[in-house]
């Protein structure tokens, strides 16, 4: 995860839960990496629950305090989960109950709704498969995949055959480029940058960033990494908490 973030920051969370395509086993996880921005007051979760494919979710639901929300499918493709959910949000939204709200889901028909939340002035983040829509994962301020909300790490996956077509895009395995233009952005005199502010213009140039898809909990020990690259240095401020700052070893001042 980025050492930093923007936010709800202490503000209250709605959490809503497609529970169509989010993955019960997680639940905990999902509700945590919320509470990392915020207080989730309020908990719901959509879908028709007299079919048998939501059982996962009726036996944990008591136990995180989640609000079952019932919604039958009146129509054959028809999405009415989605539906149900957006309106929700829309009356949750207009209410002022909350500064922010996390929409599980790995559907692109969010986006709209996520756009229209963050135009309103209030955060949102997302949570979902990494298979989700582009489109809604820069809709959102913050998006976290569940590939790295996993208790334990995934295993590796087996060597393809030169004949075996690709079903997934493949991760990007170099952070670096991404981490460049951060640290550009962030800039300040003498060359360094604070290491929040990069964290900051990381999450505005790619949402869905996560220092554990490379290996490391957080970005200051994903720079690291990068000994020949990076050089970084702590300061204790005026009020005595760490000030981490971070340059480019190729932009030292002659």
Request: hydrophobic fraction near 35%; charge should be neutral; glycine fraction near 8%.
């Amino acid at each position: 995860m980025v050492d930093s973030h923007t936010g709800a920051d202490g503000g209250r969370i709605a959490m809503l839960i497609d529970g169509d395509s989010a993955q019960a086993s997680l639940l905990g996880e999902m509700i945590a990496e919320a509470g990392r921005y915020g207080s989730v007051t309020i908990r719901r979760i959509y879908g028709d629950w007299t079919k048998t494919s939501m059982k996962s979710w009726r036996d944990i639901l008591s136990d995180h305090a989640i609000l079952p929300v019932q919604q039958f499918r009146y129509t054959t493709g028809k999405n009415a989960t989605d539906s149900a959910m957006i309106i929700d949000a829309m009356d949750i939204l207009y209410e002022g109950a909350v500064q922010g709200f996390c929409l599980v889901s790995s559907d692109s028909d969010f986006t709209g709704l996520a756009t229209r939340i963050r135009e309103k002035g209030l955060f949102v983040m997302g949570i979902g498969q990494k298979i989700t829509p582009k489109a809604f994962v820069k809709a959102c301020e913050v998006f976290v995949y569940t590939e790295n909300l996993r208790p334990e790490p995934a295993p590796p996956p087996a060597p393809r055959r030169a004949t075996q077509k690709a079903v997934l895009e493949p991760v990007q395995t170099d952070p670096r480029p991404l981490l460049r233009k951060a640290f550009d952005l962030s800039l300040q005199e003498g060359g360094w940058a604070l290491l929040g502010m990069v964290g900051e213009r990381i999450r505005q140039l790619d949402p869905a960033f996560d220092s554990r898809t490379y290996g490391h909990r957080q970005l200051s020990q994903l720079i690291r990494s990068y000994p020949d690259e990076f050089e970084m240095r702590d300061e204790r401020s005026s009020s005595g908490s760490s000030v981490v700052f971070i340059r480019l070893k190729d932009e030292r001042p002659r």
